[in-house]
């Protein structure tokens, strides 16, 4: 079972540039979401999506941009790469359940990204 | 901020001794969770804890929630090596459809053998 798996795993940009990070999950799992986690701080959630087809902001949405065409995919872009956005950032999935049920998230080993 | 608070930052123990990590939080939860991360890996979940249980074990992992106090603590007995690794508290909250995790900062561990 290889769970959540992000590609690519490490990356430098140029302030500017555009790119998109890649998370996988095989669970069949509804929810997916994308947190950024910067020295100092805990994870921060970027955008999150409940299925196929929907996505919603999270807590620094500003920047990125996401697409969740295919179940086991969610995509995260970076439209015009800023310094402010060098950090690691990782998908997490996660299994519906009932109204107020509670799950645990299951995450990906991240994407280090440096933008120069 | 919504951010739990973690104690202490880091922990240097010796093998076999206990390690007890502290996490105080602010708002109402549906639970709270641990996690481990080790050095340039994702975050690997370790215990749920819903917010109408007091205490939870799992293998060496103790949990303890006190939702008076806002507080929780994880406690490792006997720890290990391999242990070693940064530890993150996050509580629990489902809003419409999705569960918002607001996570803590962290806790550094570090096992001397």
């Known amino acids: 079972n290889a769970g959540v798996t992000q590609t690519p795993k490490f990356r430098v940009l140029k302030t500017g540039q555009s790119m998109t990070l890649l998370c996988a999950q095989d669970?069949?799992?509804?929810?997916m979401y994308w947190y950024r986690q910067d020295p100092g701080m805990g994870l921060r959630l970027i955008h999150y999506?409940?299925?196929?087809?929907?996505?919603a902001k999270g807590e620094v949405p500003d920047g990125y941009n996401v697409s969740r065409l295919k179940k086991q995919n969610f995509l995260l872009g970076l439209e015009s790469a800023a310094p402010s956005q060098t950090s690691v950032y990782f998908c997490?999935?996660?299994?519906?359940?009932?109204?107020?049920?509670?799950?645990?998230?299951?995450f990906g080993d991240g994407t280090r990204l440096s933008i120069l | 901020s919504q951010q739990g608070e973690e104690d202490p930052q880091a922990l240097s123990i010796q093998e076999g001794e206990n390690a007890t990590m502290n996490c105080s939080y602010k708002?109402?939860?549906?639970?709270l969770q641990w996690y481990r991360q080790n050095s340039g890996r994702g975050l690997v979940h370790l215990i749920l804890?819903?917010?109408?249980?007091r205490e939870k074990h799992s293998g060496r992992l103790r949990v303890t929630l006190d939702t008076s106090k806002k507080s929780s603590s994880l406690l490792i007995t006997a720890s290990r090596a391999a242990d070693t690794a940064s530890y993150f508290c996050?509580?629990?909250?489902?809003?419409?459809?999705?569960?918002?995790?607001?996570f803590g900062t962290g806790t550094r561990l570090l096992v001397s053998p």
């Open positions: 669970m069949n799992h509804e929810y």
């Open positions: 999506s409940v299925g196929e087809g929907t996505t």
């Open positions: 997490a999935s996660e299994q519906r359940g009932y109204i107020r049920s509670n799950q645990p998230q299951h």
């Open positions: 804890i819903r917010s109408n249980e």
């Open positions: 996050a509580t629990g909250r489902r809003d419409t459809g999705f569960q918002k995790l607001v």
């Open positions: 708002t109402s939860i549906n639970n």
